[in-house]
């Protein structure tokens, strides 16, 4: 069984999608320590673990990176096209000072994101692997949104941005309908969902790979205590069950 795990921020004043930087720095040291991290595709032996961290914040890039680089460990990262700048003179410390509601709206003056040179840098390392989170970060599932271009256009431009093939799609809110799972298959390999279980495989289930919410830990070994592990158990199966 393939645990998967996702994350967004780090010392981010959105608590519910944040962790803090010493809790992540001793949470990745545990994974380091019991788990091997995989890519996606790569094989599941026993202990494979994936990382995935949704939206591309610079905070990933200036605290989340240099740990991967210490423990070795890989992470996935969810890109949204439309916010990424080619490279910015703006300083680490004004990129990171933003509010949570404050980031999209000025992600051209304080580039509050990853650009695409440290998503090359990163990808370069072998510790990162690019997916698309499509190209606005929108609600794929509501009406006069452009499926075409948020699914596959944001594919082309980060394959034409970092010279590298994206196979994973990780879905904007874990949102998604029959349309917008049919389109992502299509394109993609491996499209990723939000739900707290387990993954028989990189099919995941029903063609869709579960995540766990690893954002706002208490503590670090909170995701693998065994009754947290028992409830991630039950939801696979009555998964696998319904699908
Ligand atoms: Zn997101």
Redesign the pocket.
Known sequence: MLPVVMYHHINSDDLPLSNSDAMMEAHLRLISERYTTIFPGEPIVSRSLCLTF??AYYDFYYYVFPLLKKFNLKALL?VPTAFILDETDVEPLQRLSLKHHEIYKNHKAFAPFCTYAELREMVQSGHVEIAS?SMN?VNLTEDGVDLDREVFGSKVILEEKLGYRVDSFVL?YGKYNDAVVALAREHYAYVFRIGNAFNPSWDGIGGLIYRIKGDGLKTPNELFRPLKQLGFWCKTVIKGIKS
Do not use: R
Request: charge should be negative; proline fraction near 17%; hydrophobic fraction near 15%.
């Open positions: 949704d939206d969810a989170h970060h904007p």
